[in-house]
Antibody
Framework: EVQLVGSGGGLVQPGRSLRLSCAAS????????MHWVRQAPGKGLEWVSGIAWNSGRIEYADSVKGRFTISRDNAKNSLYLQMDSLRPEDTALYFCTKDAHVDLSHSEDWGQGILVIVSS | IQLTQSPSFLSASVGDRVTITCRASQGFSSFLAWYQQKAGKAPRVLIY???TLQRGVPSRFSGSGSGTEFTLTIDSLQPEDFATYYC?????????FGGGTKVEMK
């Protein structure tokens, strides 16, 4: 069974940083691309970033480019999202998702989400 | 690529046939997925590559379309289908989602 367990969320002040982690199990982690998708309270889904199986392709949404950095450690079966210069509009539930393929495509499995609140 | 879903809200009854439309600001062929999200839960993929049903998804769900217009159809709506549905384009970066369609019980 695929499991994606997130951690690292919480309340943070505007302008500060936060690092999200996603521990993966139940599948061969380095056989799949991974993504972060977020959902602001009461709003729709927003794709944030994706990373191919070997980190050879990394892409970002325009809203986070230059502020967020996605990375993965295949030896630790883990996905990360370093979030810098946080803004109130970054407040959301952040989902770690497993792609269906080695390169970036649709999200086949989803974690339960990590809540990030950016507020003073 | 911007995706516009219609309608945003839909009231329907069990047994109804439901169609949700996803219109794209630029045309593309096959890189479109549909997701279902129930309240308080993570989304799950229903359909990918426009019309391919994800394993385990009931056959009453189907997808079609090309170019700038895509549709998700639910034949004979079931009680467990009341949820919010999103389309996502995977043709070009950044990937984008439609605004969602909430299917409510009439």
């Amino acid at each position: 069974e695929v499991q994606l367990v997130g951690s690292g969320g919480g309340l943070v002040q505007p302008g500060r940083s936060l690092r999200l982690s996603c521990a993966a199990s139940g599948f061969t982690f380095d056989d799949y691309a991974m993504h972060w998708v977020r959902q602001a309270p009461g709003k729709g889904l927003e794709w944030v970033s994706g990373i191919a199986w070997n980190s050879g392709r990394i892409e970002y949404a325009d809203s986070v480019k230059g502020r967020f950095t996605i990375s993965r450690d295949n030896a630790k079966n883990s996905l990360y999202l370093q979030m810098d210069s946080l803004r109130p509009e970054d407040t959301a539930l952040y989902f770690c998702t497993k792609d269906a393929h080695v390169d970036l495509s649709h999200s086949e499995d989803w974690g339960q989400g990590i809540l990030v609140i950016v507020s003073s | 690529i911007q995706l516009t879903q219609s309608p945003s809200f839909l009231s329907a009854s069990v047994g109804d046939r439901v169609t949700i439309t996803c219109r794209a600001s630029q045309g593309f062929s096959s890189f479109l997925a549909w997701y279902q999200q129930k309240a308080g839960k993570a989304p799950r993929v229903l359909i990918y590559a426009v019309s391919t049903l994800q394993r385990g998804v009931p056959s009453r769900f189907s997808g079609s379309g090309s170019g700038t217009e895509f549709t998700l159809t639910i034949d004979s709506l079931q009680p467990e289908d009341f949820a919010t549905y999103y389309c996502q384009q995977l043709n070009s970066f950044p990937f984008t989602f439609g605004g969602g369609t909430k299917v409510e019980m009439k």
